[in-house]
């Protein structure tokens, strides 16, 4: 039996399949508000580690909320697709989708793998629910899977309902969202998608229900104008470069035009991650594929400026350095992608400090949630444990992922332990005066 709401509602028992950091999260986050979950995943270390109060990935707030749904029995993990499919009435899929190997298309086949193993175990009407990032169209496809694969066959229905997820922000983007977005085919599962989220609509969030492509489209749409504001601002950055302007105070002005907004106009070395990169690519491909690729062209410059920050980074601190980088010693402050985060995929900060150890400089790199991680991805740089201890007799620092920890070093502190006071600013973090003031060479791009 489901448990009920306070006003004595029957809740749908719900599965969530994929406990990566999208499914560990939603599920976590579902069982806090009342309702009985069941995680699945085939990767068993992954379901040991959270079956016993462990999150493996980092995301402020979620551990304690883990041990707390843990304990009210309202949560539990499995390995077992037919565990999960007597368990729950609706089933929300939140497998990754990476970039496929060589290509800038999507591979669908953990998505796939997903539906497959969880079709055939489903003999009563379901509702799965798809918060995978996909390209569009490919709903429609795995609707079809669902009814061809299934026992109680058109039971069975799919729905879409995308993930808006910040990383660092993750649990409060699950429980008081900006929007929901209900991509449905029936009333039957919009009703079923409304009782998934009852205690989030009952705060009033806004929901918009629509068919199963435009579902599919928001969470790329949403990620491509993003991308787009920041390559926008760093393109801008290159213009200030080649005349002398200096780029925070363009921000600035524009930020106070109300139809263009501060947020995402932050200058610096540009987005990376596990989703604004590979998320504009894909849907460049499929825009290709599908025939509008002329649409959405610009989305690929919008890349390319995106990456052209990595290099004009190392420019500035060869620059610094007075023209070479080989057998200079450089501090590089941060690894993840962005701070309150331990995800390095595609992340700015190690492609730069990788590159200028490539280049015969001596790396040294600290990061305060990402080290264990980088590690493993880049044995072969150097780490230290504090920002102080990587900073040694560096020639140069450079900030690369704007953790509150380094925005608040005192630059009279930094100077004690350094070679040379000089730093590159690679994420607009650091007052410049200030620095200035207290005799450093400070360097950010995009400005004099």
Known sequence: MGTTDMGGAELPRLTVIGTGYLGATHAVCMASLGYDVVGLDVDSKKIEK????????????????????????????????????????????????????????????????????????????SLVVGKSTVPVNTAARLAGLLRELAPAGEEVELAWNPEFLREGFAVDDTLRPDRLVFGVTSEWARERLAAAFRPILDLGTPVVVTDLATAELVKVAANSFLATKISYINAMAEVCEATGADVRDLAKALAYDDRIGGRFLQPGLGFGGGCLPKDIRAFAHRAEEIGVGQAVSFLREVDAINRRRRSRTIDLVRELLGGRLDGKKIACLGAAFKPNSDDIRDAPALDVARTMHGLGANVRVYDPAALDNARRAYPELRYGTSALDVARDADVVVLLTEWAEFREIQPSALAQVVKHTRIMDGRHALDAAVWRSAGWEYRALGCP
């Open 50 to 125: 959270l079956q016993s109060g462990e999150v493996p990935f980092f995301e402020p707030g979620l551990p304690e909320l883990l041990a707390k749904t843990l304990a009210s029995g309202r949560l539990r993990f499995t390995t077992s697709y037919a565990e999960a499919a007597e368990h729950g009435d609706i089933h929300f899929v939140c497998v990754g989708t990476p970039q496929q190997p060589g290509s800038d298309a999507c591979d669908l086949s953990y998505v796939d793998a997903a539906i497959r193993g969880l079709a055939v175990h489903l003999t009563r009407r």
